[in-house]
């Protein structure tokens, strides 16, 4: 597995992963005939919040994020986006395994959208997460509770 850390994220971290999230979305989105060029990138604006996320680096440069948005019942798995040259590379559950140690311990459930038919509820399915609703129009709702 490439060698990687986890930092948490700044403002100035913004257009970069704004560019990384269109990258990674878009054969999902256009598999589903949601592709819009700006729509892609103005949600992560519009949705970032850099005290919940954190940046993901490999080799000293940006390779994802991953943000986990604290709400009342439960913590929301968000912006979990790694360059598509590093999927399938372990870095993806490394992460997803530091972050799941850590909700274990606190007792924390974890929820998460993901595109419908999406290859990335695999990863999900096998770290415990299920099904838990739909969410039109192209999402699901997925959640694992702790350990």
Do not use: N
């Amino acid at each position: 597995m490439t060698e990687w850390v986890m930092r948490p994220a700044v403002a100035a971290d913004l257009d970069t992963l704004v560019e990384l999230r269109a990258v990674v979305m878009r054969p999902g989105l256009e598999r589903l005939g949601r592709y819009d060029e700006h729509r892609v990138r103005q949600r992560m604006r519009d949705r970032f919040v850099a005290a919940f996320t954190w940046v993901i680096e490999a080799g000293g440069t940006t390779a994802g994020c991953v943000a986990l948005r604290p709400a009342a019942d439960a913590h929301w798995l968000e912006h979990f986006y790694l360059a598509p040259h590093l999927q399938g590379t372990g870095i993806g559950t490394a992460v997803l395994r530091t972050l799941l140690d850590r909700a274990d311990a606190d007792g924390t459930v974890i929820r998460l959208t993901v595109l419908k038919d999406s290859p990335a509820r695999r990863l999900y399915e096998r770290h415990g997460f299920s099904y838990e609703a739909d969410d039109p129009p192209v999402d699901e709702i997925m959640a694992r509770w702790p350990r």
